[in-house]
């Protein structure tokens, strides 16, 4: 269990570092940009932690 959440530090970093950008991004304006990089930072985090909840099961 603790390798499985240790797996998931990367992407949560990384999603996190994606988000802040996107925050940046909003608040200088480009709003249609700030959402596909929320999308994407979302897809960072969240596709991993499906494959590894999914993995987990069988």
Request: proline share 3%; glycine share 10%; hydrophobic share 60%.
């Amino acid at each position: 269990m603790a390798m499985n959440v240790g797996l998931l530090l990367f992407p949560f970093a990384v999603a996190w570092y994606t988000a802040s950008f996107g925050l940046w991004t909003w608040r200088q304006g480009n709003v249609r940009g700030a959402i596909g990089i929320f999308v994407v930072a979302a897809a960072t985090f969240a596709l991993p932690l499906y494959l590894l909840l999914i993995g987990s099961k069988e």
